[in-house]
């Protein structure tokens, strides 16, 4: 048994009878067409008989509805003997950790892989698991041809990818942007293209460096290649948050303990990629809280500690009382002028604004 016969086995006695069926409509003909390429398209039974799956959980009532009435067999009715049929080798199936860098991929096992069955979906391919995150995501990039252009900054390493746009809005609340923009900790499949080939080629694991606006309003995704060097990248959060426990955890420890673990220890430290979210501040509402405060904190009334050395300036740094990761707005009205030790109070002392 191979991949071949189990295609054979629902071209025949599925897809076939309904789109030759002499009385069968135009629209579930057109339908059950498009599903038989996808069929014929598998590389592995196991992602063949996900696609039935998808078809009977998701199947178009027009053509389950359209056999019925001319008694030709459903795919509900197929299934039970196609997994008997094939019970040894349901299980084999090309995941995402299958795929090989420099191998090709036709369009539609690329989309079998994700579990998405249109091709109209456009070019990323978010993977969402059980409990509702994105697993993975996965884009198709055409280079060259069209407005956008998408293209090697660097080859295999870097690339210039266009965010999905409607109208010709680059939006990235988008749900597919934003399943880029949101996940930095997730992988970016990049399967590459020329404009010519009808094949995509893999090129590995990548992830976003950051999000760049062109004069004309589009905007492209900075992806760099993952596997290239780069390591495993963490949040800045999460970095601070593990050595706040890994400090617990010293203190905690016996003092000779520690000295004798101190001696041995690496004075070089080693390197960490990080990700972190940064707000585009406004430098108005920075300029104006400054000027409002007049070189005095506007928590504690005292007057800044020191001169910025730069331009001689009182030194306060503005603070946002509804912070802006939890949707407090950029004003003037929710921001303050706050000397570095009023600063670091409000963030982790007691708050003189509580959010
Ligand atoms: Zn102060
Ligand atoms: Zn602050």
């Known amino acids: ?18 789109i030759n069926h002499p009385e069968i409509g135009e ?23 996900e696609l039935l799956n998808f078809l009977d959980k998701s199947q178009s009532p027009v053509v389950f509805e359209e056999q019925v009435r001319l008694g030709i067999t459903t ?9 008997r049929k094939f019970a040894n080798e349901l ?34 391919l978010p993977v969402w698991d059980g409990a509702g995150s994105v697993d993975f995501v996965a884009i198709k990039a055409t280079l060259s041809g069209g407005t956008y252009e998408n293209s090697w900054i660097e080859s295999r390493k870097r690339l210039k990818y266009f965010m999905k746009a409607i109208s010709g809005n680059f939006s990235e609340s988008y749900r597919d942007n934003a399943a880029i923009i949101n996940n930095p900790q997730k992988p970016v499949l990049a399967f590459v293209r020329e404009a010519s080939s009808s094949r995509f080629t893999y090129y590995g694991r990548f992830f976003l460096l950051s999000i760049q606006s062109e004069e004309d309003g589009s905007k492209w995704f900075d992806l760099a290649s993952w596997d290239d060097g780069m390591g495993q990248i963490a949040y ?19 003092a ?26 406004n430098p108005d509402v920075i300029a104006e809280v400054l000027y409002r405060a007049n070189g005095v904190c506007e928590s504690c009334g005292k007057n800044a500690p020191f ?10 740094e503005v603070h946002h009382k509804v912070p802006l990761s939890q949707n407090g707005p950029d004003t003037v009205e929710n921001a ?16 003189k604004w509580p959010h």
């Open 236 to 254: 800045i959060t999460d970095v601070e948050s593990s050595l706040h426990h890994k400090v617990k955890a010293s203190q905690r420890m016996d």
């Open 336 to 351: 303050a002028a706050v000397c570095p030790n009023c600063h670091r109070q409000e963030h982790y002392g007691r708050a």
């Open 256 to 281: 000779t303990e520690r000295r004798k673990r101190l001696e041995t220890a690496a004075s070089q430290p080693g390197k960490q990629r990080i990700v972190a979210t940064a707000y585009q501040r």
């Open 307 to 316: 001169e910025r050395l730069s331009d001689g300036s009182p030194f306060l």
């Open 91 to 124: 299980e084999d199936r090309l995941t995402k950790d299958d795929l090989q860098v420099g191998m090709d991929y036709s369009t539609r096992m690329i989309h079998a892989i994700c579990g998405s069955y249109d091709l109209r979906s456009g070019g990323i």
């Open 1 to 18: 048994m191979s991949v071949d016969q189990a295609i054979k086995f629902v071209c025949d006695e599925l897809f076939d009878p309904t």
């Open 75 to 83: 795919i509900t009715e197929i299934l039970p003997e196609f997994e």
């Open 27 to 49: 629209k579930p003909k057109n339908i059950a067409k498009n599903f038989r390429v996808w069929a014929t398209e598998m590389s592995h039974t196991g992602n063949l008989l």
